[in-house]
């Protein structure tokens, strides 16, 4: 395995667990239980089938995987947009816009990925 998979698995990882202890910080309303979940599935889930990729018995099936990767973050996004619109509270701030900022970034590099792993 190369350095910038192994980052990368690391990276991913380190952002479904980031994101999971940021969740535990937040107030509890039931009203938000479905878009915390939502996003501790789709935060988790990115490095979950990133992982899953590293073991792919075919190149169509890494390109899958990779695809559903890149579909997580894009739906952690929404989750984080959702959530920082109901958590208004400045203290949330920085933390909702570091996660946005991450999983705009991982979207990107899982799009490089699946445009090379076509190739």
Do not use: C
């Not at 990779?66 to 894009?74: D, K, P, T």
């Not at 999983?103 to 990925?113: D, G, W, Y």
Request: charged content about 30%; proline content about 2%.
């Amino acid at each position: 395995m190369n350095e910038k998979t192994i980052h990368l698995l690391e990276r991913t990882f380190r952002f479904g667990v980031d994101v999971l202890k940021f969740l535990s910080t937040l107030p509890y309303n039931f009203i938000y239980k479905v878009p915390m979940l939502q996003l501790s599935r789709s935060a988790t889930s990115i490095g979950a089938n990133y992982e899953e990729a590293q073991g792919a018995v075919s190149k169509k099936d890494f390109s899958h995987k990779i695809g559903i990767s890149y579909r997580e973050a894009r739906e952690s996004i929404y989750w984080l947009r959702t959530l920082n619109e109901l958590y208004q509270d400045e203290k949330y701030q920085l933390d909702f816009e570091k996660f946005k900022v991450e999983a705009v970034e991982l979207k990107k590099i899982f799009t490089s990925i699946k445009i090379s792993s076509s190739k």
